[in-house]
């Protein structure tokens, strides 16, 4: 569901890259509020697995179509809506800057339909009453579906205004929602279903982090295994089972091409698209998460997936303990010991 910059028109791109920028903004005060910075390395590691994990497609049977993982809900079960957020801008801003995945103008788009619809409505409005305070695996399963399935299909109906709103593509709005919404329910289902193992397998490691009790040493002790065994996950996901991503067109490919005959419009010019390509393919040092003038492969595919995830880690840790180091720098000393 990556957009490129070929669907949006610059007037939509600047009011989503407003919109985002303000959640973003929201999000880095909410997270400066928390004191324990000790879930700081937990956001980088989650963050490079999210990458990995979106590097593999997975065929949705009898459509010709594939899907990946958004990982929106993953992290917001895991991390709460605002670190979730921070952390998949910080993913899809390593995809677009240094692996040419979505548009650099339709990232402020990306951002919004990807993250936002996930983490602040179907997080709290449909994950949480429906697994509750304590759930047990068919609940936590049951509203991760439904959490999962609803986030992708608005974010799809999202991606679909966006599109006939720029008036860029032909694309009409109602053949183009009635082609996107569906393919994305499917690819939400698969996605709520991996997303109650993950957060299932964590869960039983580390309790506390879906607000279990633990004892504040044991607790940080099982982090650290959480947050290496991720770490791992990310490693092998990117680097060896990336390898047997689907090669059929993703959701929004395969909906432009059955609408419009034609995956890959063709990028308008002039102005902010114009200085978005140029900026693109002056960063973007592993194209498509291949190297540049060469066939794709494995040992390509491999490259991308590791250096992916270690820039993914890499950002996240130093915005993380950027924003926990600026919030205590405007604290003050007076209020560490309450004002006096």
Known sequence: MHMSDALLSPAVGGVMWGASVAALAVSSRTVAKDPDTSRVPLMGALG????????????????????????????????GPHAAFLVLSSVLIVQALFFADGGILALGANMFNIGFYACFLAYPLI?????????????????????????????????????????????????????????????????????GIVVVAVRSIEPNLLGGPAAADESRRRLRIVVVGVIVAAIVTGGVLSWIASTHPDGLEWSIANVAGDSEPEPGSGGLL???????????????????????????????????????????????LLVKKRKRRAAGPDDSNGGN
């Open 274 to 320: 114009t200085a978005s390509s140029w900026l693109q393919e002056k960063l973007s040092f592993l194209p498509d998460y291949g190297l540049p003038n060469r066939d794709a492969g494995n040992p390509a595919t491999t490259l991308s997936g590791v250096v992916g995830g270690f820039l993914t880690l890499a950002l996240i840790m130093v915005a993380g």
């Open 127 to 195: 994950y949480r009453p429906i697994a509750g305070p304590n759930p047990g695996r068919p609940r936590l399963f049951a509203a991760a579906v439904a959490a999962s399935v609803a986030s992708l299909a608005a974010g799809s109906f999202s991606v679909a205004l966006q599109t006939v709103a720029s008036g860029i593509s032909s694309l009409p709005l109602a053949p183009f929602t009635a082609a996107m919404v569906p393919i994305h329910l499917a690819i939400g289902v698969v996605e709520g279903v991996v997303t």
């Open 48 to 79: 490079a697995f999210v990458f990995a994990a979106q590097m593999i497609n997975f065929t949705i049977p009898g459509t010709g179509s594939s899907g990946h993982l958004a990982g929106a809900m993953l992290l917001s079960i895991l991390l």
